[in-house]
């Protein structure tokens, strides 16, 4: 695996090392003894799964609330998305600052999200389906939520969003924004 620095200081895109012959390819996406060499101790502890039948399906912003943070690793296994990570952390030089990069089936890119940073993607292709990674069960009580649209981020999405829930449409605006 190759993992690549983002602006977002511990935000990583993971690209496979894909191996080819006549057959294709074969490539690693998760190992647990890569992941701690690069400096990412990391030990998934769910696996999740979101299906978007349509294009321009937005979800997020989403994060758990300390002390049940999570870090995740985020590929598209089927179809294409824009995913998108907010750095939160309280003291970090970037809050609020934001990474993006498109996932897809082909690519096989992860996107891999420490812990304090909010996550949401917007489908670039219809059927697309997003494998998440992630190293601490889902608490519901601790679950949290900004607008993919917030100023404070000031996200540039590649498409004006068509489906969104009512739940992501209502979550407030973050405060103390630095911009």
Same mark, same amino acid.
């Given at each position: 695996?190759?993992? /690549?620095?983002?602006?977002? /200081?511990?935000?990583?895109?993971?690209?496979?090392?894909?191996? !080819?012959? /006549?057959?294709?390819?074969?490539?690693?996406?998760?190992?647990?003894?890569?992941?701690?060499?690069?400096?990412?101790?990391? #030990?998934?502890?769910?696996?999740? #799964?979101?299906?978007?039948?349509?294009?321009?399906?937005? $979800?997020?912003? !989403?994060?758990?609330?300390? @002390? !049940?943070? /999570?870090?995740?690793?985020?590929?598209?296994? $089927?179809?294409?998305?824009?995913?998108?990570?907010?750095?939160?952390?309280? &003291?970090?030089?970037?809050?609020? &600052?934001?990474?993006?990069?498109?996932?897809?089936?082909? &690519?096989?890119?992860?996107?891999?999200?420490?812990?304090?940073?909010?996550?949401?993607?917007?489908?670039?292709?219809?059927?697309?389906?997003?494998?998440?990674?992630?190293?601490? @069960?889902?608490?519901?009580?601790?679950?949290?939520?900004?607008?993919?649209?917030?100023?404070?981020?000031?996200?540039?999405?590649?498409? #004006?969003?068509?489906?969104?829930?009512?739940?992501?449409?209502?979550?407030?605006?973050?405060?103390?924004?630095?911009?």
């Amino acid at each position: 695996m190759i993992f /690549e620095t983002t602006p977002l /200081e511990g935000l990583f895109l993971v690209k496979p090392d894909k191996r !080819h012959d /006549e057959r294709g390819y074969f490539s690693r996406l998760w190992c647990d003894q890569e992941f701690p060499a690069a400096g990412l101790p990391f #030990a998934p502890r769910q696996i999740s #799964a979101s299906y978007n039948q349509a294009a321009a399906t937005l $979800r997020g912003m !989403h994060w758990q609330a300390d @002390p !049940h943070g /999570e870090a995740k690793l985020v590929r598209a296994t $089927r179809g294409a998305i824009f995913d998108v990570a907010v750095d939160l952390r309280f &003291n970090s030089l970037s809050k609020f &600052n934001w990474f993006g990069a498109v996932l897809d089936a082909e &690519n096989q890119f992860g996107l891999f999200i420490p812990q304090g940073f909010a996550h949401g993607f917007i489908t670039l292709a219809e059927a697309s389906e997003v494998l998440y990674l992630i190293d601490t @069960p889902f608490q519901p009580e601790f679950s949290r939520g900004a607008r993919y649209d917030d100023p404070a981020f000031g996200i540039q999405w590649p498409c #004006a969003p068509v489906v969104v829930s009512a739940r992501d449409l209502a979550f407030p605006p973050v405060t103390g924004a630095p911009r």
